[in-house]
Every structure is written in structure tokens, then in C-alpha cells.
């Protein structure tokens, strides 16, 4: 069972960037490196939103068209790590932010496709 833990959220000012990091631990027969990393948001009252991911081999990336050009996400399978390096930050990027992984070659951004998740670190854009 993997078990992910997030961290590096804050309160922030618009324009700024935050770098959140997902921690992952507990592989046993598999190691990161066979799995697919999703990253979601969810803002009060609204629908939890797939906003990147990076396949297992980290050649196929997604960003939303909310988030391209300002997010990017990156792996360091050696630390069992994967990031999201968040730029000029906007107030409606407002949510608690998770990760998620499951097997799988390719990136997904539907929540169904992953079973690990993190408990989510909140990220505030505010002045």
C-alpha cells in the first residue's frame, strides 16, 4: 500500500509561486518508477479538478488549461518524490491540492484512475 503525504502549501500573495512536493513510501514489490502521478485541487464547493500529471516514464505530461504555462510538474524517482512547481500564482488557484498515483503507463486526470492518495496541502492566493 503506497502512502503519499504532500506538503508546501502556504498563503501567498497573487504572483507569486509555491512548490509543493508528494512524498511517497511503502513500495514493496514495485517502486515509483511504474507509477503515473496525478495532481488535483479542490476549492470549497466545488468538484475536485485534475490540474497535471506525469506518466511513469515522464514523457507524457498534462496541464489544464487553467495552470499551462505557470505549473510544472517534475519526478525524482531516486527520493520518491514528484512536484509541482506552481508560478505567478492566481487567487482562483485557491484549493487544497492533492496527489495521486496508481500503475499505469500514460497520465490521467480523472480521479477514478488512481486508489493512493495524500491528504492534501492548502494553497491560499491572496493579497
Known amino acids: 500500500q503506497v502512502q503519499l503525504v504532500e506538503s508546501g502549501g502556504g498563503l501567498v500573495q497573487p504572483g507569486s509561486s509555491l512548490k509543493l512536493s508528494c512524498s511517497a513510501s511503502g513500495f514493496v514489490i514495485d517502486s515509483i518508477e511504474t507509477y503515473r502521478v496525478g495532481w488535483f485541487r479542490q476549492a470549497p464547493g466545488k468538484q475536485r479538478e485534475g490540474v497535471s500529471c506525469?506518466?511513469?516514464?515522464?514523457?507524457?505530461?498534462y496541464y489544464a488549461n487553467s495552470v499551462k504555462g505557470r505549473f510544472t510538474v517534475s519526478r525524482d524517482n531516486a527520493r520518491n518524490i514528484v512536484y509541482l512547481h506552481m508560478n505567478n500564482l492566481k487567487p482562483e488557484d485557491t484549493a487544497v491540492y492533492y496527489c495521486?498515483?496508481?500503475?499505469?503507463?500514460?497520465?490521467?486526470?480523472?480521479?477514478?484512475?488512481?486508489?493512493?492518495w495524500g491528504q492534501g496541502t492548502q494553497v491560499t492566493v491572496s493579497a
Open positions: 495521486a498515483m496508481n500503475h499505469g503507463i500514460f497520465c490521467s486526470t480523472s480521479a477514478s484512475d488512481y486508489k493512493a
Open positions: 506525469t506518466s511513469a516514464s515522464d514523457g507524457n505530461k
